[in-house]
């Protein structure tokens, strides 16, 4: 990297918090912020380290999108919208200016799209590898946020889009043999997750658990009965799965537990399948009815038989 750090900020980071006052144009310690009246603050924080959340080859403004939209996904989970974030930049030294001004295109293209500004934050230098930490800021009406707790026994469950797809976009990436003609849609799935902003808005006030899907389907959904203090059915034959992934070798495994869906997966009464329905027609975004919350404190997945299917993993760990 031949910038130094006070150029870098200047050419690259400045020019992405114009249009955010509390910003005060990069030029102090920390940022001044006056949340909208009326209204809670959101807050999570997300990382990204190359190698592990994305690939050395990927191309760099994805990578910039994608750790945004990562993060975005957590405030679609809380019924959330956003209001800005501030960044933490570990650069390799060796890191070429290309591929970070690259980066920076992408985080520049996605906070306009998603109606945000960067605060500040923080550049290091590293020996590597690059890793960029989020910190996402974003509001909801008092009391309105989702939540993981909610669920209650004989809740219907739903996912939003279709699943299955990053987790076979990286296998493929990694080799996985598969006609040219469908590799595309597979890779853009893991390179630029979409969160569900909108259809996390639209559940506040209406959906009792909500939790986005990032580690795999099982694994969160575990997550979301636990917090919930429930357990949970769900039937293998009608989660949302795309007929070409269905011809794909380890499908099962990459809808199950693949993970880097960033779907929402939530509760329900069954009293608001109707408007679900109405809301799945306004986004032209499919809801799927996978299964039901019971009472019973475990995750029960039945095969296309109707058979208790026991996964060989439920998803991403990092330790």
């Known amino acids: 990297m031949r910038r130094d750090e006070f150029a870098f900020i200047d050419d690259l980071l400045r020019p992405l918090a114009r249009g955010a006052a509390g910003a005060l144009g990069l030029d102090d310690d920390a940022a001044l912020l006056d949340p909208p009246a009326d209204r809670q603050l959101v807050v999570a924080k997300d990382a990204l ?5 994305a690939r050395e080859d990927d191309p760099p403004e994805t990578i910039g999108r994608k750790l945004l939209r990562r993060n975005l996904s957590d405030l679609a989970a809380m019924g959330a919208e956003p209001l800005a974030y501030l960044t933490a930049l570990c650069l390799p030294r060796t890191l070429e200016d290309a591929w970070i001004d690259a980066f920076i295109a992408g985080l520049a293209e996605d906070q306009q799209d998603f109606g945000l500004h960067l605060l500040g934050g923080d550049t290091v230098a590293t020996p590597g590898p690059f890793s960029a930490s989020l910190t996402i800021l974003g509001t909801v009406p008092p009391g309105a946020a989702l939540r993981r707790r909610g669920a209650q026994p004989g809740d219907d469950l739903w996912v939003s889009g279709t699943l299955g797809e990053a987790a076979l976009g990286l296998r493929i990436l990694e080799g996985l043999a598969v006609p040219d003609e469908d590799a595309g849609p597979f890779i853009q799935r893991y390179r ?6 909108q259809l996390g808005v639209a559940l ?5 658990a909500v939790i986005d899907v990032s580690d795999g389907l099982v694994q969160d959904l575990e997550r ?12 293998l034959a009608r989660l949302p799965v795309r007929d070409v992934t269905r011809q794909i070798p380890g499908w099962r495994e990459a809808v199950l537990a693949g993970g880097d869906d960033y779907e929402l997966l939530f ?9 679900l329905s109405e809301i799945a027609a306004g986004l032209a975004l499919p809801l799927a009815r996978i299964g039901t919350v019971q009472e019973q404190r475990e ?12 996964p060989a993993r439920t998803g991403w760990r990092h330790f």
């Open 49 to 53: 380290v190359l190698g592990v959340h």
């Open 192 to 197: 630029l997750p979409q969160p569900r902003l």
């Open 224 to 235: 979301l009965c636990r917090a919930s203090g429930v357990g949970a059915r769900i039937e």
């Open 267 to 275: 509760a329900a009464p069954k009293a608001a399948r109707g408007r």
């Open 299 to 310: 995750v029960v997945v039945l095969d296309e038989e109707g058979r208790p299917l026991a």
């Open 204 to 208: 506040r006030g209406l959906a009792h």
